[in-house]
């Protein structure tokens, strides 16, 4: 009945991201927030006609051990077709116990036929930043890629952009594709990165809480090269609010496609 109501103010609103979850699907959907679940080591895109296009694939997970890859599509679950389902209520199912197994129906690629993997899940250390250095025409660039949002990326993301500035970055990328957001506060984190204190990072409107506008806090890293930033199809929420808030108010560059578009 809760699902039905739920569904009937989805058509009415034209809101695709209001969803209804039970006690332990919500259990489930927290537990990445908090920097570690159990599961199976990758984050999904959009759930289309196609599938449930994969993410990024964590190391020495047990969907890398598995073979699965960015751009794969999964279209079952438990030998039942996820079409048409909610992304969250997917990686519900997807998730589940360490030690328990699920079986995914897979598409290597998005194209053939399907194929079917049977993972067994395991506790998921989510790895939030990676940085490197990398020479390009004589130059060195910094590359930091930012996975998730979930507790304490604004100081892991704080650690990665100065390890490449320390080590002599020119200029730095930052990646934001595939990230698909997490918690607001560390969207403030992130940005206050980068920002000085007092600019403004988001403004919400709320029927609830009312129309709050959140700024970047203090302790900006000082010296920071010519930057830009990564985003793709998948680059949703939290990470949406980093990109637009450093295009803003620091005018840098944001490349790639279009991103998910969550309000």
């Given amino acids: 009945s809760i699902n039905g109501m739920v569904r009937s103010l989805r058509r009415e609103f034209d809101d695709r991201f209001s969803h209804y979850f039970t006690p332990e699907q919500n259990k489930k959907l ?7 679940f159990s599961g199976v080591g990758m984050t999904v895109g959009r759930n289309s006609k196609q599938g449930l296009e994969v993410g990024y694939v964590f190391r020495q997970s047990p969907a890398a051990g598995a073979g699965l890859k960015a751009g794969d599509v999964i279209v079952e679950v438990e030998g039942e077709s996820i079409r048409g389902e909610d992304v969250d209520l997917v990686v519900a199912k997807i998730k589940g116990p360490e030690g328990t197994d699920v079986t ?3 598409r290597k690629g998005g194209k053939g036929p399907v194929k079917d993997f049977k993972l067994t899940r395991a506790t998921i250390r989510v790895p939030i930043t990676a940085n490197r250095i990398r020479e390009v025409d004589g130059r060195k660039l910094g590359y930091v890629q930012l996975t998730t949002f979930s507790h304490g990326a604004g100081a892991a993301l704080r650690r990665a952009v100065k390890r490449v500035i320390d080590k002599g970055a020119e200029g730095i990328v930052l990646d934001l594709r595939e990230n698909g957001g997490g918690l607001l506060e560390e969207a403030i984190d992130t940005s206050s990165v980068f920002l000085e204190e007092g600019k403004v990072v988001v403004e919400t409107r709320s029927r609830s809480e009312g129309n709050l506008t959140y700024e970047a806090v203090e302790g900006h890293l000082e010296g920071v090269p010519p930057m830009v930033t990564l985003v793709n199809r998948n680059t949703a ?20 496609t279009r991103t998910y578009g969550k309000g």
Avoid: N
């Fill in 237 to 256: 929420s939290a990470a949406e609010i980093l990109a637009a808030a450093l295009q803003t108010d620091l005018d840098i560059p944001v490349v790639g």
């Fill in 30 to 36: 927290s537990e990445a927030l908090e920097g570690s």
């Fill in 104 to 106: 995914l129906g897979v």
